[in-house]
């Protein structure tokens, strides 16, 4: 069982920064596919960025120029750099983790979630 913890959310005003991080425990397998997504106020899920054990990467186009993600594979830990964060990116943040080695960009595909950090742009 997997459990996922992200942390680094909080708030911050239009223009700024932050990283997020997720800590993983309990994960046996080699490969990975692993990343964020986010939930806004009254809206849907949406994918935002994922990266998997090859170092492949898939990102959401609208998204891209702004937020990146990367891997501390010591640490078992993918990050989320978010920069120039406008008010529309307020949204609870979640990351997820899966053993499959491909970079999907598909919220169903995934079967361990975090409990989400908000995220709050004002």
């Known amino acids: 069982h997997v459990q996922l913890v992200e942390s680094g959310g909080g708030s911050v005003q239009a223009g700024g920064s932050l990283r997020l991080s997720c800590a993983a425990r309990?994960?046996?397998?080699?490969?990975?596919?692993m990343g964020w997504f986010r939930r806004p106020p009254g809206k849907e899920r949406e994918g935002i960025a994922v990266?998997?054990?090859?170092?492949?990467?898939a990102y959401a186009e609208s998204l891209k120029d702004r937020f990146t993600i990367s891997v501390d594979n010591a640490k078992n830990t993918p990050y989320l750099h978010a920069n120039s964060l406008k008010t529309e990116d307020t949204a609870m943040y979640y990351c997820?983790?899966?053993?499959?080695?491909?970079?999907?960009?598909?919220?169903?595909?995934?079967?361990?979630w975090g409990q989400g950090t908000q995220v709050t742009v004002s």
């Open positions: 309990g994960y046996t397998y080699d490969t990975y596919c």
């Open positions: 990266i998997d054990s090859d170092g492949d990467t």
């Open positions: 997820t983790k899966d053993y499959f080695s491909s970079a999907v960009l598909a919220g169903d595909a995934f079967g361990s």
